[in-house]
């Protein structure tokens, strides 16, 4: 792994081994058998393009619990608004020796593009690329359903909401179509549903209490009204009445159901707020475990920008 962009493309392997590292990350730093040093000598570049709390406080903390020096950049603080293009930007950090980027923009492709420009010992990770990839998100995402409920071979997998705006559906999409459920079926108003060329073996549901029954993990997402004009967003009391997660349509799932949203919620839309903050919720596990997928993101890139190095 030199850059990790999209989950296309991942092995099954690949993804259980940055699995089974997150895993043994998922404790607190003080329980870790020594100080880990995997990133002592790196520099790691937040560049966040688009808001972010979990994401960046995530990777901030995961490069920061692993040795490495970090530093934050927000779009509205740095020269690009006065006109500087992003290869400019991710040049000036190369010059100061960040080696891994880590990226959040709105523009389709700007990751793979920019990771093509910079010096063959920097990495670029993909922290959230308009609505096509998040690549760390499906990684904890799928980390999360494994610890409440174990092979994935098993499951069946609900993700409900505004899909085709989503950078997460599709990246759980590549997660769990690499590591084998069951059945994975998406769930979107007929007008927040992707095209069909899109999420091929998944079964698709224009009704939520039809989609809902029988599954083991509900995935609510966020209205993404940041990528919608505004005659197309839905109105919330009616979305929320027809499409949200609320306890009368969770009780349609399996016994047992984990309920699970990427955040930002937005509470009584897509999801009831008594579920979100339910039992059967892993909510806040998700967010934990997004530290410790980025710590085993960063620890197996970095060993990786060490060989390139050596070997320069
Ligand atoms: N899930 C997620 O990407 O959250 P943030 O936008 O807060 O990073």
New binding site residues.
């Given amino acids: 792994l030199r850059h990790l962009i999209t989950l296309e493309g991942l092995s099954r392997d690949e993804m259980i081994a940055l699995l089974d590292l997150a895993q043994f990350y998922v404790r607190s730093p003080g329980d870790l058998p020594a100080r880990d040093q995997s990133l002592a000598g790196h520099t790691v570049a937040n560049l966040f393009f688009?808001?972010?709390?979990?994401?960046?406080?995530?990777f901030e903390l995961a490069a920061q619990r692993l040795g490495a020096d970090v530093v934050n950049l927000d779009m509205q603080s740095s020269s690009r608004v006065k006109g500087e293009t992003v290869l400019d930007t991710i040049y000036t950090l190369q010059a100061m020796l960040a080696d891994v980027l880590v990226m959040?923009d709105a523009e389709p492709g700007l990751p793979a593009y920019v990771a093509r420009y910079v010096a063959p010992h920097v990495c670029i990770l993909n922290?959230?690329e308009a609505h096509l990839s998040?690549p760390t998100?499906g990684l904890l995402d799928a980390l999360t359903v494994r610890q409440a409920k174990g092979d994935f071979s098993k499951l069946k997998i609900l993700i409900a909401g505004d899909i085709s705006h989503s950078r997460?559906a599709r990246s759980a999409w590549q997660a769990f179509s690499t590591l084998g459920v069951e059945e994975l079926r998406i769930a979107a108003p007929e007008d927040l549903m992707p095209g069909a060329n899109e999420f091929a073996g998944a079964t698709r549901f224009t009704n939520i209490d039809q989609a809902i029954a029988d599954v083991d993990v509900v995935m609510a997402l966020r209205i993404q009204r940041e990528r919608m004009s505004g005659a197309q967003i839905p109105d919330e009391v009616s979305y929320h009445r027809s499409f949200g997660i609320t306890a009368d349509r969770l009780a349609k799932a399996r016994p047992g159901a984990i309920v699970m949203h990427?955040?930002?919620m937005n509470r009584d839309v897509e999801i009831a707020s008594n579920v979100a903050d339910g039992p059967q919720s892993v909510i806040q596990q998700q967010v934990t475990n997004?530290v410790a997928v980025r710590m085993a993101v960063l620890a197996t890139i970095a060993r990786n920008v060490q060989a390139r190095r050596h070997f320069q």
């Fill in positions: 688009e808001p972010s709390t979990r994401t960046r406080v995530s959040r922290a959230g998040h998100q997460v990427p955040g930002p997004g």
